[in-house]
């Protein structure tokens, strides 16, 4: 059984960093994509970046071009999502979504909260 967990998160204050691990297990088929989604309280799921591991083709959302970065999938089936200059806007819980075998496969999240 699949299984996707994110680990990472934190409370940070504005302008800081933090780097969110992704990472999938319980199949020996590869991620092939990979994407990063997040939930505020009161707010609908959101786009926040995506790779396809076949291309390296990345995809962000306005919202973070230029300060989040995501991260190639590795063998292990794990990825990051490194995040820089935090704004008390990106408070969310950030959900992780592992392509395998055409299927998306989701994880419980982890807290970031941005706040000073």
């Known amino acids: 059984q699949v299984q996707v967990v994110e680990s990472g998160g934190g409370l940070v204050q504005p302008g800081e960093s933090l780097r969110l691990s992704c990472a999938a297990s319980?199949?020996?088929?590869?991620?092939?994509?990979m994407a990063w989604y997040r939930q505020a309280p009161g707010n609908r799921r959101e786009f926040v970046a995506a790779?396809?591991?076949?291309?390296?083709?990345?995809s962000y959302a306005d919202s973070v071009k230029g300060r989040f970065t995501i991260s190639s999938i590795a063998a292990n089936n794990t990825g990051y999502l490194t995040m820089n200059n935090l704004k008390p806007e990106d408070t969310a819980v950030y959900l992780c979504a592992a392509e395998l075998d055409y299927r998306n496969y989701w994880g419980q999240g982890t807290q970031v909260t941005v706040s000073s």
């Open positions: 790779i396809v591991g076949s291309t390296g083709a990345l």
């Open positions: 319980g199949s020996t088929l590869r991620v092939s994509n």
